[in-house]
């Protein structure tokens, strides 16, 4: 067993990676690209989600 036992689990929608900077195809004053930051919705940028456990009922609810 893992000494981590947190009850998380990475992110599905954004397999760990919740932040990303996307270039928007133009350029600044000085050369460099100009990006974005976008945030995964899903973890809202924290790239881990609860882990959830399944009941004797069949629903998920969170741990
Ligand atoms: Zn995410």
Known sequence: ?????T???RCPDCDGFPTVAITTG???GNGTR???????RA???TG????RTRTAAGVEVAA
């Open 34 to 40: 100009h990006t974005i930051t976008a945030i995964c």
């Open 1 to 5: 067993m893992p000494e981590n036992t």
């Open 43 to 45: 973890c809202h940028g």
């Open 7 to 9: 009850r998380t689990r």
């Open 48 to 51: 881990t989600v609860p882990l």
């Open 26 to 28: 133009h350029t600044t």
